[in-house]
């Protein structure tokens, strides 16, 4: 098994991790940056696997900050799945499956910048091929100049609506309908903070005026009822009624900061619905409660990808600090200009545009599959609840949900607010304990090449 | 209000003790800091298996098994079991005469153990290597959804008119009267009597009664596979005793067998060491090779204690008048059933079947508590 060591470790190659290696690299620190793609830049800054159709603002952004990191001296282990990792007496263990097979690293610091998993609120007809996440749709238009489907239906909760609905426009599709669950009073009452950042709200407004112009019906205040079809998504209808056909549909309620690893790492974490979810406990300088341990980015709370690069600088700079390699003091002021700008208004505002509502959990019916790994319904969760599960993790031992390929990254942050609208709050509804792998390992790659003499079987049980 | 009995730990050994009390007309308070079989009881490997069974316990078990088999009637809810052949392996010369001598002794014991020849083995269960050199047949096997005891306890208990008392911590014990006080983290619990049913936490559990109670700490762990086509149809171990697989109907496989993850009682399971992870998964693809097929999509981690002779703590707590403690049962989930319920039925004044006089708590019990 390849076994490395390194004075800091980041995992995820986003704009926050690459911003973490590069100012932790120039502080003179060896820097070991874990990605599962090929190249850098996360999902916002994904890399194009095609030569670019359109250059955007994003992919200016995305290019300049690979550049970069490339010339920082920091190393990228790319295409290495983290599935699993544990606190050391020295550090960190971080287990990694890789082109070559397993693999670890190890290491005193680690910063985790692994961003958001989207949150799907589940309605009837989710679970049809044809209907796919936005942040899926957004892969597949920024990295694969690709059109989710001839007539696309964009609906959900949060900017990203209007990003998709924008690209797909760009790219010649067809948009059917934006379908928003915020209403118009919702987004004025955001614009003061959105204000605060008027690139990317000019850039907003116009996505929003290029669908107008043409001619893309955009709902306000209106979810999705179901989607419809036989072998694939055919039609959408809306809660207030209207059909629209389409034969695709990107829909995304949201993002859930990443919290697998924090929590295998058994950090402490609270509640922020206003940021997406469960987040690590940070200080200001994004240390959390493990000795060592730093999370920058989305990760860390839902703020976008502006915040990012501020935090992942400000958490390189940290883990610097905290090895000895800056003197303390020295910095004071750029720690605060990074903190500023890591903790900006407009990031906030959108995060507390798609939080998730409880009563977009209240919604969903009782026969509506929930967990879709496990075809787990919303009534079988509610009769769990009912039968005396207190918590989640006694919800998911009764009814399997969160046991499938995903453990419960997709269902997780619905299942809980099923059950906290039950027991009281999401505190007493609890989180999914993290379990390794945190992605679903095939065993073949794991196992390798072995003899039976060579598997170290312990001496057998007494008799 | 004074309980007759209140049990301290509501696994799988307090669940079947207060049912079997509560059945028997005591007025049971089960309480339990958690949910109920949220622990070893909910998340080990659910095998119901003789051969790795003890062979001290053997009678215990083969009566467990009984009773799980037939739990939907006589629990009223379902665990899930599924009761199937069970293989034991030996690839090597020296886990041939390992097999032998233990299949041996177990079957004196009384489990319907059979030594077949690998060929044999390949008829009952086809997807084995053809290198198998012997095997343990045993008809006595099977496997329950270990995460659906709670479920089906909890339901049975309420019918049967306990007070389960979840998410409380009990933090001591003052004598009240002809009984105990349990102090909680949210007032006083009396009763007349106390078992103590903590497995991992029997240690801390006698303490609150100034009686030092040792027990070691085993972390054992699990893993399982995505859902997959049937690759197999018995209960899978080896000679050593450190595999247990099986594949439940939804079609994952549950892949244990004792391998060692780090923890403690006070922290609780903490981290899957990878080697021991490697080593249990290559030994269950060695046995089952279409398990390259799979993915691994979850490993855990759940505590058994241990007592100094691994065998069970059964019986009155010396030194603390009324106090029972039962765990440490070493296949705790297969034999536990029927040893709860043996304590049960002695604590009704009951005649029962087996003597629990080996599994007396006191031979462990050290010097007490200054």
Known sequence: MKAETTDLCVLGAGPAGMSAAIAAAEAGLAVLVVDDQDQPGGQVYRAPSLPRRIVDEDAQTGDALRAAFAASGAKLLAQHLVWGAAREPDGFRIDLLGPEGLATVQTPRLIVATGTTERVVPFPGWTLPGVIGLAAATVLLKAEATLPGKRTVVAGRGPLLYAVAAKILKLGGVVAAVIDQATMGEWTGALPALASNPGLLARGLAWRAQLLSKGVPVLHGEGLAAARGTDSVASIVTTSGRVFECDALAVGHGLIPSTDLTRLLRAEHHFDRARGGWVPARDAMLRTSLPGLYVAGDGGGVSGAAAAAPQGLLAGLAAALDSGRLAAGSRDAEFASLRAAGDNRFGAAMAGMFALRPEQAAAIPADCVVCRCEDVTRQEIDDAIDQGAGEINQVKAWTRCGMGPCQGRVCGDVVAELVAARVGSRERAGQYTARLPLRPLPMAELIGEFDYTDIPIPKPAPL | ?370
């Open chain 2, 1 to 370: 209000m004074t309980y007759d009995v209140a049990i301290v730990g509501a696994g799988v050994n307090g669940s079947m003790t207060a049912l079997t009390l509560a059945r028997g007309g005591m007025k049971v308070a089960v309480i339990d800091r958690g949910g109920i079989c949220r622990q070893a009881s909910g998340v080990n490997a659910g095998t119901l298996t003789m051969q790795m069974t003890r062979v001290a316990l053997m009678p215990f078990a083969l009566r467990a098994h009984a009773m799980w088999a037939d739990a939907k009637n006589w629990l009223g809810h379902d665990v899930g079991v599924v009761v199937c052949d069970g293989l034991s392996l030996a690839f090597t010369e020296a886990e041939e005469e390992l097999l032998s001598f233990r299949a041996t002794k177990r079957r004196e014991a009384g489990a319907p153990i059979e030594l077949v020849s690998g060929a044999r083995a390949r008829e009952i269960e086809p997807g084995l290597p053809d290198n198998v050199r012997l095997a343990g047949h045993c008809v006595v096997d099977g496997f329950a959804n270990a995460y659906l005891t709670g479920q089906a306890f909890r339901a049975a208990l309420l019918e049967a008119g306990v007070t389960l008392i979840e998410d409380r911590a009990v933090t001591g014990a003052e004598p009240a009267g002809t009984g105990w006080r349990l102090l909680t983290s949210d007032g006083p619990i009396e009763a007349e009597r106390v078992v103590l049913a903590g497995g991992v936490w029997l240690e801390q559990m006698a303490n609150w009664f100034g009686v030092r109670l040792p027990m070691k700490c085993l972390i054992n762990q699990v893993a399982v596979t995505e859902r997959m086509a049937p690759v197999m149809r018995t209960v899978l171990g080896v000679a050593s005793g450190l595999l247990s697989m099986k594949q439940y109907p939804h079609g994952t496989v549950v892949i244990g067998g004792g391998w060692q993850g780090t923890g403690d009682p006070v922290t609780g399971p903490r981290d899957i060491i990878p080697t021991n992870l490697l080593g249990n998964l290559r030994l269950a693809s060695y046995v089952t090779p279409a398990l390259k097929r799979a993915r691994i999509v979850r490993a855990w981690l759940g505590l058994e204690a241990e007592t100094a002779d691994a065998l069970p703590a059964v019986g009155a707590l010396p030194g603390a008048d009324g106090v029972f403690t039962i765990g440490s049962i070493h296949s705790g989930y297969t034999s536990g059933l029927c040893i709860a319920d043996m304590l049960a039925r002695q604590l009704l004044g009951q005649d029962i079947p087996l003597s629990l006089a080996p599994f007396a708590t006191a031979r462990l019990v050290q010097e007490k508590n200054a």
